[in-house]
């Protein structure tokens, strides 16, 4: 299942040939959201922990690790040789191209390629930490649902808190330290808050909807979180929810009503473990809504031979998916704060009642 990176330019082409699939919002939407992150746990014992963790690299850097590490490419020896091959293509992934930085990204890769026993045409494991399929026939996330796996993208937030909390990570995921399980989360946490990464439209030959878990599944019926929806201009609905604004990347401060905004956001209820799906299930309702009004013809092969359908967006679309990102984008920014301070509360949040 792929997941596209939204770049500018001929970056495109190369970041498909060289990096593959990449996940929510692309370098600029993932760096937001640990902006947001960073600036709400500003003098904490959370702020103190993550850079004690990380070192010189900050939150926002950190934030795009997990897709520069989508740049290791194996070997078709016998066994594989693994090797990092963007060094210099994505100025996001620069800091992480030192020779030290590079071994650290084919490291994580390798331990993370087929330990969850993909399946005959399916990405590697670790690029399927990214995301899940849930059908918006559904209002809620649940594991048992068709595009549910033991290592979607909920499953791997669930597993860098358990690193981060001194566990070892469950099956199938390799985390070996909590510099990695960190670099993993921040990213995961902003994927998870993409609509399109949770939340799925199952559509048949005729283009009509359906409900995959109603009936037996039939792949055919899998539109790869909206990257087969074409929209006749040459992007994809799932591109066009990965692009994000430049009004709301991190190289715009965040003004004082959207911060304010971001501190608003309401702690996720229960135990810390169960947040993953409780944001996926948030995420399925947005995606019901990213497809509101969206009409679709019948399925057809592209110029690849993929089977596609294409998609008809209404006049109001763009207005509504902006807003949406923001709000998304917020989210996901709060949301990880309020985690990393869930993880390391400050002295007085642990004297609490």
């Known amino acids: 299942?792929?997941?596209a990176l939204i770049v500018p330019g001929a970056a495109i082409l190369g970041l498909v040939l060289l990096?593959?699939?990449a996940a929510a919002w692309g370098p600029d939407?993932?760096?937001t959201v640990a902006a947001i992150a960073d600036k709400l746990i500003a003098g904490s014992n959370a702020a103190t922990q993550v850079q004690s963790i990380l070192g010189t690299t900050s939150l926002e850097d950190a934030a795009v690790w997990a897709d520069c590490a989508k740049g290791v490419q194996a070997s078709n020896a016998t066994p594989p040789v693994f090797t990092y091959t963007g060094a210099g293509r994505f100025p996001e992934c620069k800091p992480f191209e030192t020779p030290q930085g590079q071994a650290e990204m084919?490291?994580?890769a390798q331990r993370n390629w087929s330990n969850c026993n993909p399946k005959a045409g399916e990405e590697v494991c670790h690029k399927q930490y990214h995301y899940a399929d849930i059908s918006i026939a559904h209002d809620k996330y649940a594991p048992t649902f068709v595009g549910a796996r033991p290592d979607d993208v909920a499953s791997a937030i669930s597993a860098t808190i358990a690193v981060l909390q001194g566990q070892p990570a469950p099956a199938p995921f390799s985390i070996k330290d909590k510099r990695e399980a960190l670099l993993l989360l921040v990213h995961y946490?902003?994927?998870i808050h993409q609509p399109l990464h949770v939340g799925a439209i199952y559509l048949d030959t005729a283009g009509n909807r359906v409900n995959p878990d109603a009936t037996p599944f039939d792949p055919a019926t899998d539109t790869k979180g909206g990257n087969d929806i074409h929209l006749g201009d040459g992007r994809n609905l799932h591109a066009t929810w990965d692009a994000v604004p430049a009004e709301m990347t991190s190289g715009n401060p965040l003004d004082a009503a959207w911060f304010d905004s971001a501190k608003k956001v309401s702690k996720t209820s229960g135990k810390i473990a169960t947040w993953p799906t409780t944001?996926?299930?948030?995420?399925v309702k947005a995606a019901t809504k990213s497809f509101k009004g969206v009409t679709f013809g019948p399925s057809s092969p592209d110029h690849n031979g993929v089977n596609h359908w294409n998609g008809t967006l209404p006049s109001s679309y763009d207005g509504?998916?902006?807003t949406a990102k923001k709000k998304q984008l917020t989210e996901g920014?709060?949301?990880l704060a309020q985690l990393l301070q869930a993880i390391w509360p400050s002295p007085t949040a642990r004297r609490s009642p």
Not at 279 to 283: K, P, Q, R, V
């Open 189 to 191: 946490v902003g994927d």
């Open 19 to 21: 990096v593959g699939p």
């Open 1 to 3: 299942m792929c997941r």
């Open 333 to 335: 920014g709060a949301r």
């Open 279 to 283: 944001w996926a299930t948030g995420s």
């Open 320 to 322: 509504a998916m902006s």
């Open 29 to 31: 939407g993932h760096k």
């Open 106 to 108: 084919v490291d994580f």
